[in-house]
């Protein structure tokens, strides 16, 4: 709220201040009250677009999901990471995984009967340093260009054959939106490139969003093997074939038919591919969880739905204890 603002505002460093005084006075050194005017009568226009309230997913079933959890002899589960697994935060690098999370998941892992993956979009390093020093956790990075089996510990490219002639193209428009709009960023990844407006006014960051949505598509992917998949407060382009959904699909077929409980929590629309490849899986419905993040009427693949990371996070530790009671210990 008003207050939390005063508070960011009073107590922040010297650096920080002349960092946002300088991204001010850059924005409003380059637009006009004419251009202001204009931005303003189109956000009109799409302020009408709200979420139907017709179609609602059930909060996620804890003690059912456990049932399932307990009386499973192999399990694989798949969690993303930002938003996920922490709370999304105004600054990526800022993201660190909680305490409480990397304990439960340790735990996860530890037990012989669970294949634990996370399936993040960051990039290989950052989840290195972050869960790196878990043994037996798999890992992939950048929504699914990389995969790290916990078997043999190196990661794979899976796009060394792909095409990358697209990235000059996509960083001109990215840097074209981030001078338009204060406090956002592009950042480049090996795979892909993600434009973030976590720090833009609210409403001109997604207003900005959906234009730089518009202008991609009419200028890279209408002739590019590439895609634009819209994140929390980020627009993320990568390959067309790349995506969480295929390391769903290579981590099932990877685990066999005899898979007893399946867990996959995410919370944007990148998540939403891993929800489709296990729905299309194969699997016997009554086996896997899909669980999205956010409100219950937001559009999704999901079948059950948390309100925020803290409950997926609880739920963890929930199944950590039955797998500390399977082993008998206390």
Same mark, same amino acid.
């Given at each position: 709220?008003?207050?939390?603002?005063?508070? $960011?505002?009073?107590?922040?460093?010297?650096?920080?201040?002349?960092?946002?005084?300088?991204?001010?006075?850059?924005?409003?050194?380059?637009?006009?009250?004419? #251009?202001?005017? $204009?931005?303003?009568?189109?956000?009109?226009?799409?302020?009408?677009?709200?979420?139907?309230?017709?179609?609602?997913?059930?909060?996620?079933?804890?003690?059912?999901?456990?049932?399932?959890?307990?009386?499973?002899?192999?399990?694989?589960?798949?969690?993303?990471?930002?938003?996920?697994?922490?709370?999304?935060?105004?600054?990526?690098?800022?993201?660190?995984?909680?305490?409480?999370?990397?304990?439960?998941?340790?735990?996860?892992?530890?037990?012989?009967?669970?294949?634990?993956?996370?399936?993040?979009?960051?990039?290989?390093?950052?989840?290195?340093?972050?869960?790196?020093?878990?043994?037996?956790?798999?890992?992939?990075?950048?929504?699914?260009?990389?995969?790290?089996?916990?078997?043999?510990?190196?990661?794979?490219?899976?796009?060394?054959?792909?095409? #990358?002639?697209?990235?000059?193209?996509?960083?001109?428009?990215?840097?074209?939106?981030?001078?338009?709009?204060?406090?956002? #960023?592009?950042?480049?990844?090996?795979?892909?490139?993600?434009?973030?407006?976590?720090?833009?006014?609210?409403?001109?960051?997604? #207003?900005?969003?959906?234009? @730089?949505?518009?202008?991609?598509?009419?200028?890279?992917?209408?002739?590019?093997?590439?895609?634009?998949?819209?994140?929390?407060?980020?627009?993320?382009?990568?390959?067309?074939?790349?995506?969480?959904?295929?390391?769903?699909?290579?981590?099932?077929?990877? @685990?066999?038919?005899?898979?007893?409980?399946?867990? @996959?929590?995410?919370?944007?629309?990148?998540?939403?591919?891993?929800?489709?490849?296990?729905?299309?899986?194969?699997?016997?419905?009554?086996?896997?969880?899909?669980?999205?993040?956010?409100?219950?009427?937001?559009?999704?693949?999901?079948?059950?739905?948390?309100?925020?990371?803290? $409950?997926?996070?609880?739920?963890?530790?929930? @199944?950590?204890?039955?797998?500390?009671?399977?082993?008998?210990?206390?």
């Amino acid at each position: 709220g008003v207050a939390t603002a005063i508070h $960011e505002a009073l107590s922040m460093s010297k650096e920080d201040r002349v960092q946002k005084h300088q991204q001010q006075f850059d924005h409003v050194s380059r637009h006009t009250a004419e #251009f202001w005017a $204009e931005s303003f009568i189109k956000e009109l226009y799409i302020a009408g677009e709200l979420p139907s309230l017709l179609n609602t997913t059930p909060v996620l079933d804890e003690q059912v999901a456990l049932k399932t959890y307990r009386n499973a002899n192999k399990r694989l589960l798949m969690f993303d990471y930002d938003g996920t697994l922490t709370p999304i935060v105004k600054t990526p690098g800022a993201a660190f995984p909680p305490p409480k999370m990397l304990e439960a998941l340790a735990t996860l892992v530890a037990d012989p009967a669970n294949y634990v993956f996370i399936i993040s979009g960051r990039d290989q390093q950052t989840l290195e340093d972050w869960l790196g020093h878990i043994p037996g956790l798999g890992l992939s990075a950048e929504h699914g260009s990389f995969i790290k089996y916990p078997e043999n510990g190196k990661w794979i490219n899976l796009t060394e054959d792909m095409d #990358f002639s697209w990235k000059q193209e996509v960083t001109e428009i990215f840097n074209y939106y981030t001078e338009r709009t204060q406090g956002s #960023f592009v950042e480049h990844k090996r795979c892909s490139i993600t434009w973030h407006y976590r720090l833009a006014d609210p409403e001109y960051g997604i #207003f900005q969003a959906k234009e @730089c949505r518009n202008h991609l598509e009419n200028s890279v992917l209408s002739k590019r093997a590439v895609e634009v998949m819209v994140g929390k407060k980020n627009l993320e382009v990568r390959p067309h074939s790349v995506n969480k959904g295929e390391i769903v699909k290579r981590l099932v077929v990877s @685990c066999g038919t005899d898979l007893g409980f399946v867990f @996959c929590a995410g919370d944007d629309r990148t998540d939403e591919d891993m929800f489709a490849g296990l729905k299309n899986s194969g699997l016997d419905h009554e086996v896997y969880y899909n669980c999205t993040l956010g409100s219950a009427t937001k559009k999704t693949q999901a079948g059950w739905h948390v309100s925020e990371p803290k $409950e997926i996070i609880e739920f963890m530790q929930s @199944c950590a204890k039955v797998s500390r009671e399977l082993a008998g210990v206390a």
